[in-house]
């Protein structure tokens, strides 16, 4: 009956999510996902578009150079191809030592096959870190997303929260709610909202032995104002053989489909109160590099698809 202990207790979402994407032994990224792309649930940016490794192996040199720091680390990286196209563009006389933060043996050993000797894993952020004195440049694409969400929703006059069951969402009272830009705003009754707690954690825990560096952090999401426009039931989804799915149908497959909600960049920013941020959409990141005549660059920059709804975040470390 997994990630449920017994079908009539609730879990709540954020403990179901956790399960499904992240268990060891039976979650999506530990064993199901063998790669992205037409053959798997979902594809990303990093398999449509050339200007994406481009751009992200132009701001890595620029970083690095005025920072002085040699170790460049990708936080998700997929399959592979995103760390593949940035060593790529990478002058080898200037190559950085490229590592890779994957925790999925079923990934690592993908990205392997395609990398080769060519990067060093990690199972976490911690241990990269630490192997480079604390001094590095991280970047991530639709990494943020994959964390595990608490679900809300307003009921005038308080807020309650998701809970689940093999077959049903219950909502329970809240009678305490995480920290969060999003309540600060009205909502109309009926709202549901969603919140990436666990991020606070996983900064927390690797902050204090970052001693240099910045990231780019590539999602899709928006801010508070914007992020649920037209969107009175959140944006918890899942994708399936590349359907998407919503509803109940998201508890029909834990550890076989994967689990995904938009990023509140200012939830996210707010994690990093030790770094200068700049928010850009991905189309002004991607757009001096974007080929004319390139279908996947064409997408990647679409001003009324994908180049608006995905933004770039870069963080300075102070």
């Not at 792309?37 to 192996?57: C, K, Q, V, Y």
């Not at 241990?127 to 604390?134: N, T």
């Not at 049903?168 to 709202?191: M, N």
Request: with cysteine; charged share 20%; aromatic share 12%.
């Amino acid at each position: 009956m997994f990630p449920w202990s017994s079908p009539t207790t609730p879990l709540r979402l954020d403990h179901f999510m956790a399960a499904a994407l992240h268990d060891p032994a039976a979650g999506y990224y530990a064993r199901r996902i063998r790669t992205v792309g037409h053959r798997g649930d979902f594809t990303t940016t990093a398999l449509l578009s050339p200007a994406l490794p481009a751009a992200i192996a132009s701001w890595a040199l620029k970083i690095l150079r005025e920072r002085g720091i040699r170790d460049l680390i990708e936080l998700g990286p997929g399959d592979g191809s995103l760390a593949a196209g940035i060593l790529a563009k990478l002058p080898w006389w200037k190559r950085p030592r490229l590592h890779l933060v994957e925790s999925s043996q079923s990934l690592r050993d993908v990205q392997f096959r395609k990398l080769g000797n060519k990067v060093t894993w990690h199972p976490d952020i911690t241990s990269a870190l630490a192997s480079c004195g604390g001094r590095a440049c991280l970047y991530s694409n639709e990494f943020f997303d994959a964390f595990p969400v608490r679900q809300f929703r307003f009921d005038e006059p308080g807020w309650s929260e998701a809970y689940t069951l093999p077959d049903s969402i219950i909502w329970e009272k809240a009678d305490a709610l995480p920290i969060s830009s999003i309540f600060a705003r009205t909502w109309s009754r009926g709202q549901v909202i969603e919140v990436h707690e666990a991020w606070r954690a996983w900064f927390e825990d690797f902050c204090p032995q970052w001693k240099e560096g910045a990231m780019l952090s590539i999602d899709y999401g928006a801010l508070p104002e914007s992020i649920y426009e037209r969107r009175p039931r959140g944006s918890l989804r899942a994708y399936f053989h590349h359907q998407l799915i919503t509803g109940l149908e998201i508890l029909a497959r834990p550890g076989h489909q994967d689990i995904t909600a938009d990023v509140n960049f200012t939830d996210l920013i707010a994690c990093m109160p030790q770094a200068q941020h700049r928010l850009m959409s991905q189309r002004d990141f991607l757009l001096p590099f974007a080929s004319a005549t390139d279908a996947g660059d064409q997408h990647s920059i679409d001003p009324h698809g994908a180049g608006h709804s995905f933004l770039v975040l870069e963080s300075i470390r102070c």
